[in-house]
């Protein structure tokens, strides 16, 4: 490929919108433009990326017994309706309809239309176990679209679906799908760890996320440096730290007279935040409830929604907590609110404070030595805070990390959720009807590049794993003016080219520095530089993107040593 003929438009300027690197980056050296808010046009050079993820993606899926196939984007309500989820999706579903007011949607995942297919034509055991994916555009309309590719509206989605007779064959599929997954991030080049996870809307039981570790990435995940435990905050078990036990003291009120924060509190008083009940209330569907965590502490929402099962969850307005307490939010406490009817979930710590302190349902005052089922009383003590760094590894009780990370797939154990709604059975050998037992598993193949991207740059530019890298090699004639040093550069092209090296050649008349500067922005992970040398001594200068330092390399060697860096 001549660099002049490649349709790459590179920008001096970032867009003011672009909050991280990779949507800096992509836009910048023309991978990406934007077409409206969290869909964008995918230029040459991002095509390319995507194709060779797509073909990694695809050769593992082969290889597992996966079956290509391709789906409609277009689904019709009813399916939805059956399974459940037209309603449950919410405002993420992309709704249309069409000239005869039939209602339909654009599929944000596929799990309805695949069960559709498989419960017209699968019948027999003789059928299962079977694997059907394919790599296609989804669309959710995200309520926060941002960060480029990472969170599109629409993007780019690998899915799979198994199909099992019983749970044992299940597990063997998610087996073999948490291998084939692996190695597809492996030979992307990608620093990225499995860890266990929520199964979400999409439901059913066991899940891993596989997470590019990239300090941007909106997930946090806990880890152990000991043993493999690894795993989403969101579901991270919080083991009960056992405390010492005080002596119970009576219950007293004392005024805080404009101390409605934990810390004022805390300061106020001259005790620790955890010796404070940190009182929260939610709006969950059409029910207030109230949480209870330790004043040091976070409410892990997930973990909530699981001992509460609700479709939406969302903090309670003041003047949904004045008409609960009677009183400000700062001076809320549990004292009375079980009796109120309100439904209280403490978290598994508040359960062991002893004399502690929390509001007491009265502007400015607050409760001290304040003792769980004596003082109050609550619907569930759960385990439903946010896990925090140096706690014990649930496995080996090793203090835990914590890293940030791009969710870039997800597999999930289905089983029965979607065969039993959409009722797709099959016969078993002595002719029992039983429901399919399916899984799930995706990947973001445009968040894959972009995740790539987060991981692999520098201050001039984005540094491609050669393996999903756009072409593997540019060639910079220092001069294309000069006869000699242009006529070597076009030979070696010709001779990468016709090896099956992917070689661009920059045929534009500009200074060197100026293509350099282009080549590092794309990010070719090898730069041969043809110029004086090449005339005086039959050399070339060749640099990988990654490196600081170039070498050089006699004219004979320049094939072996490209293929011998690409093969790496
Ligand atoms: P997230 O929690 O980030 O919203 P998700 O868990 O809803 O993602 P899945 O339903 O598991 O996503 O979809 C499978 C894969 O599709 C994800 O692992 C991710 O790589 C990709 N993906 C999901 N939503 C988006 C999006 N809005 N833009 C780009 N890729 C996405
Ligand atoms: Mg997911």
């Known amino acids: 490929m001549y660099f002049s003929k490649l349709y790459t438009p590179t920008l001096r300027e970032v867009p003011a919108e672009a909050e991280v690197i990779s949507h800096k980056l992509l836009v910048r050296a023309g991978y990406i433009r934007k077409s409206s808010s969290g869909v ?40 939805w309706l059956e399974s459940g989820r037209w309603n449950v999706y919410g405002k993420e579903l992309f709704r249309l309809n069409d000239r005869h007011n039939r209602e339909f949607c654009l599929g944000p995942t596929h799990e309805e239309i695949i069960t559709d297919l498989v419960r017209m034509d699968v019948s027999s055991y003789r059928h299962l176990p079977l694997m059907l994916y394919q790599i296609q555009n989804k669309y959710r309309d ?81 880890y152990c440096p000991a043993c493999n435990y690894a795993a989403n905050v969101e579901i991270a078990p ?32 001259n005790l620790p935040s955890q010796k404070l009940i940190k009182t929260i209330f939610y709006q969950a569907d059409e029910k207030i409830i109230a949480v209870l965590v330790r004043g040091d502490r976070t409410v892990n929402d997930i973990k909530l929604q699981r001992v509460h099962p609700c479709d939406n969850l969302e903090m309670a307005s003041h003047e949904q907590i004045t008409s609960v307490t009677g009183c400000e939010a700062g001076y809320v406490g549990p004292v009375g609110l079980c009796v109120k009817d309100t439904e209280v979930y403490a978290d598994l710590e508040i359960k062991d404070m002893v004399n502690a302190v929390c509001g007491a349902n009265e502007e400015g005052f607050h409760l001290l030595q304040v003792n769980p089922g004596i003082d109050f009383n609550v619907t569930k003590y759960e385990d439903i805070r946010q896990i925090e760094k140096g706690e014990p590894c649930p496995k080996c009780g090793i203090p835990l990390d914590l890293a940030r990370g791009i969710e870039v797939g997800q597999v999930f154990k289905l089983g029965t959720k979607y065969s039993e709604s959409l009722k797709a059975t099959f016969l078993d050998e002595k002719g029992q009807e039983n429901y399919i037992i399916m899984g799930c598993y995706g990947i973001g193949v445009s968040r894959t590049m972009a995740a790539a991207v987060e991981q692999n740059y520098d201050e001039n530019g984005i540094i491609w794993p050669v393996q999903i890298a756009p072409y593997h090699v540019v060639i910079v004639p220092v ?88 093969a790496r």
């Not at 070696?492 to 590092?520: H, M, P, T, W």
């Open 40 to 79: 964008y046009m995918y230029l040459p050079l991002a095509q390319r990326v995507l194709q060779k993820i797509s073909a990694i993606i695809r050769e593992e899926m082969n290889q597992a017994g996966g079956m290509e196939l391709m789906l409609p984007i277009i689904q019709p309500s009813e399916l």
């Open 142 to 222: 995200e309520r926060r679209p941002r960060f480029g590719l990472l969170r599109g509206r629409e993007f780019i989605m690998k899915d799979l679906y198994s199909f099992d007779r019983d749970q044992a064959g299940l597990d063997e599929s998610y087996a073999i799908m948490y291998e084939a997954y692996t190695e597809i991030f492996t030979k992307c080049g990608l620093d990225f760890r499995p860890v266990e996870a929520d199964s979400g809307a999409i439901g059913g039981s066991g899940s891993h996320e596989f997470m590019v570790i990239a300090d941007s990435g909106e997930a946090a995940i806990v």
């Open 238 to 269: 919080c083991l009960p730290q056992n405390s010492k036990k005080d002596n119970i003291l009576p219950a007293y009120k004392k005024a805080t007279p404009g101390m409605t924060t934990i810390e004022e509190v805390a300061k106020f008083l």
């Open 479 to 566: 001069s294309v003016s000069d006869q000699a040093i242009w006529t070597a550069a076009l030979d070696i092209y010709k001779e990468l080219s016709s090896a099956g090296v992917e070689v661009v050649i920059d045929d534009r008349d500009e200074r060197a520095g100026v293509k350099f500067k282009d080549a590092d922005l794309i990010g070719f992970p090898i730069r041969i530089t043809v110029g004086k040398k090449y005339i005086e001594s039959n050399q070339v200068e060749v640099k990988k993107r990654i490196e600081k330092e170039h070498f050089n390399v006699s004219r004979n060697n320049i094939l072996s040593t490209v293929k011998e860096i690409i």
